[in-house]
Structures are given as structure tokens and as C-alpha cells.
T-cell receptor, first 111, second 114 residues
Framework: RKEVEQDPGPFNVPEGATVAFNCTYS??????FFWYRQDCRKEPKLLMS???SGNEDGRFTAQLNRASQYISLLIRDSKLSDSATYLC????????????FGSGTRLSIRP | NAGVTQTPKFRVLKTGQSMTLLCAQD?????MYWYRQDPGMGLRLIHY???????AKGEVPDGYNVSRLKKQNFLLGLESAAPSQTSVYFC?????????????FGSGTRLTVV
């Protein structure tokens, strides 16, 4: 079993829709959590951190459920430009080698 | 604002050949990393460095060597390339070693070993 698991998708939704996807992690000692975005054939870029109380950044909402060991990303009013792969990132400990990237969820927004 | 620059962007190697991938950053970051990304596998850490002159093994270090002789450069070497090393390689850097402030990634090197 992978330490960080994501539904690979693709999620194919119409513009303006709300879409959500989850990421589960297996190590209960994981300390911090992030969502990265990766456009096709490009490098990953930090989208947002995920805080215990949940946090928003414009149309994006991230939530953490430590009891069930998953994080989620909600995108409201989706735009064509949101089409990308979203990577879940989990930091197991205070060490550079303990940062685990999920394999990503592919999102495609159609007009 | 160059950020992280990787060279080359593309390369085709024959089995057994060697090559060096160069990563250069101009942000004075202490931490640098080499990842490989394969379909369905996510990014996997090959080696990393927490400062000039230091290197450490990541999750998949076999078949690779690294050096960090200067703070701004992190080199990844393949001594004898194998088809299993066909992948997209990303270099990244960060100031604190924590992704909270964002890793800055290079644009990647697409390597094919035939």
C-alpha cells in the first residue's frame, strides 16, 4: 500500500462546477500537509498548505481529517485554467527525506 | 528571476552511457533535491542536500550519485544508464527544508534510456 494515495482520476467536470477530491495517508505521525498543482509536462507548484482547522484560498478549500487520515481539496466555480494534476504532499517528520508526494489526481474542466 | 534551472531539458542515452544533470538555483537556498517522476508513482526522492558539501540518500538512490560542491549547484550523475532510469527528473530547492514555504522546482529533464 502506498503511503499517500490519491484517486488518479481523471475527473472531468463542466466549467462552473464544484469538484472535490481526497488524499489518504497511512502514517498517523504525519505532521503537515499540502496540495501542489502540476500542469501537463510542467513542474509542480505549491497550491496551498492544509491546516487542521481547514483553510480557504479564493475558490479553493482544503481540509484535514486527522482521525480518518485524509485531506481534501474542494474547488468551487471551476475554471478551464484549473485543469491540471493535483498532488497531495505529506510531511512525515522534520526531515527533507520524509516528504511524500502522492501520484496525483488529474482534473479536466470542459467548456 | 531564474529560480531553478535544469540542464539539459531532454536527453536520450544508450544503456551503459553516463551523464550528469545540472541543477542551478539563484535564491541562496540551503536545501536542494533530486526527484524522479514516473507514471502512477508520484515524485520520488533520489538524493538531497542540506547545504554546500553535504548529500544524503533519498528513497531511490541506487544507480545515481550526486555532488554539491557549490551552494547554488546540485549535480546528479548516472554512471551507467539503464532503461529503468527512463523518467522525468526534477530538481527542487527550498530555504528551510519544509514544503510549507514551497519547493521551487526546475522545469524538468526528460531522460530516455534505450
Amino acid at each position: 500500500r502506498k503511503e499517500v494515495e490519491q484517486d488518479p482520476g481523471p475527473f472531468n467536470v463542466p466549467e462552473g462546477a464544484t469538484v472535490a477530491f481526497n488524499c489518504t495517508y497511512s502514517n498517523s505521525a504525519s505532521q503537515s500537509f499540502f496540495w501542489y498543482r502540476q500542469d501537463c509536462r510542467k513542474e509542480p507548484k505549491l497550491l496551498m498548505s492544509v491546516y487542521s482547522s481547514g483553510n480557504e484560498d479564493g475558490r479553493f478549500t482544503a481540509q484535514l481529517n486527522r482521525a480518518s487520515q485524509y485531506i481534501s481539496l474542494l474547488i468551487r466555480d471551476s475554471k478551464l485554467s484549473d485543469s491540471a494534476t493535483y498532488l497531495c504532499v505529506v510531511n512525515r517528520a522534520s526531515s527533507a527525506s520524509k516528504i511524500i508526494f502522492g501520484s496525483g489526481t488529474r482534473l479536466s474542466i470542459r467548456p | 528571476n531564474a529560480g531553478v534551472t535544469q540542464t539539459p531539458k531532454f536527453r536520450v542515452l544508450k544503456t551503459g552511457q553516463s551523464m550528469t544533470l545540472l541543477c542551478a538555483q539563484d535564491m541562496n537556498h540551503e536545501y536542494m533535491y533530486w526527484y524522479r517522476q514516473d507514471p502512477g508513482m508520484g515524485l520520488r526522492l533520489i538524493h538531497y542536500s542540506v547545504g554546500e558539501g553535504t548529500t544524503a540518500k533519498g528513497e531511490v538512490p541506487d544507480g545515481y550519485n550526486v555532488s554539491r560542491l557549490k551552494k547554488q549547484n546540485f549535480l546528479l550523475g548516472l554512471e551507467s544508464a539503464a532503461p529503468s532510469q527512463t523518467s522525468v527528473y526534477f530538481c527542487a530547492s527550498s530555504s528551510t527544508g519544509q514544503p510549507a514555504y514551497g519547493y521551487t522546482f526546475g522545469s524538468g529533464t526528460r531522460l530516455t534510456v534505450v
